[in-house]
């Protein structure tokens, strides 16, 4: 499948005096699952909201495959949608739902089923979806994305209401989607939902871009940090003096030493003689990357 990029250029948005979208740009490609974040009101819904038309933006271009969204020939065979809460009829079945549904994407009825097993509903295809938790009608919405067999996906908080289980379930999916060449562009204001997930990242705050990079490179702004105990406390304060590590005393006698990895901090050790007892690395803290990005902000708007 050789599916069309999202191209977002230069694109505003003011409602009133508050501008929920100032001035962004970035590209999603094809092939690859792209992660965008930001805090709540940072300006990810009004962005797909203009990318797929539902509203006009002050300035700039929204695009797929350098195409508005209006002028594509059959959008719902191009591009499968799911903004916020999907509206269900609730006393239609989950079948009756997709059945309803399939014309407008022009896809036969025999799709429902197909996509009913696909997101593990088909035990409860006969079920009316009054009675569905958040996360089967997350499901059921996700299906009703995929009736037109889209190229492109647009998916807004998918992860919201699903079991971790279910999330699982979920980063397989996406993950199978984009290697079938499709492209994938999935909304989320948490970081670590879709931190297993994607691929690329755009990290947005307050309507503009602060961060778009692959997601290896997210993962190096991260800094380092070591736990380490000793009994030669004044030993260790002295050796991180001399090395310009920033430590942490601890209320157990340990020490945590940040911008530093544990092959650097063993090697000086054993060339300084200091006795160690603890040594591990504490990994990267990608969420303190994200907060320190996104430095949540009063006044957005979403």
């Known amino acids: 499948m050789t599916a069309p990029a999202i191209e977002i250029r230069h694109l505003s948005k003011s ?3 508050v501008r929920a979208v100032d001035d962004l740009s970035f590209t999603v490609a094809p092939g690859r699952v792209t992660g965008f974040l930001g805090p709540n ?17 002050t300035s700039g271009t929204a695009t797929i495959g350098g195409r508005r969204y209006a002028d594509l020939d059959r959008p719902l065979r191009t591009v499968g949608a799911a903004l916020e809460a999907a509206d269900f009829h609730p006393g239609r079945t989950a079948r009756d739902h997709l059945r309803v549904s399939a014309p407008k994407a ?3 009825d025999s799709r429902a089923d197909e996509l009913l097993e696909l997101v593990g509903l088909r035990e409860a295809a006969n079920r009316r979806v009054g009675g569905f938790s958040l996360g089967m009608r997350q499901r059921l919405g996700l299906a009703a994305t995929l009736l037109g067999d889209p190229p492109v996906l647009l998916l807004d908080e998918p992860a919201n209401g699903l079991d971790p289980e279910g999330i699982r379930w979920l ?4 993950r199978s989607l984009a290697a079938e060449g499709r492209t994938v562009l999935v ?10 997930t994607v691929d690329d990242i ?10 778009s990079s692959p997601l290896s490179e997210l993962v190096a702004l991260a800094e380092h940090r ?40 063993g090697h000086a050790a054993f060339t300084a003689g200091l006795e160690l007892h603890e040594l591990s690395a504490r990994g990267a803290s990608l969420e303190d990357v994200f907060l320190r990005l996104t430095a949540v902000t009063e006044g957005a708007t979403r």
């Open 106 to 108: 022009g896809a036969p």
């Open 15 to 17: 409602f009133g005096p």
């Open 187 to 196: 909304s989320s204001h948490v970081l670590a939902e879709v931190q297993q």
């Open 226 to 265: 070591v736990r380490v105990t000793t009994p030669d406390r004044a030993g260790l304060l002295a050796l991180a003096e001399r090395a310009g590590w920033s430590l942490t005393a601890g209320p157990d006698g340990s020490a945590e030493l940040s911008g530093v990895d544990a092959a650097t901090v």
């Open 171 to 174: 980063r397989d999916l996406l």
């Open 202 to 211: 755009v990290v947005i705050s307050r309507g503009r871009l602060v961060h």
């Open 41 to 57: 009101g940072a300006g990810k819904t009004t962005t797909l909201r203009m990318l797929l038309g539902l509203i006009a933006p």
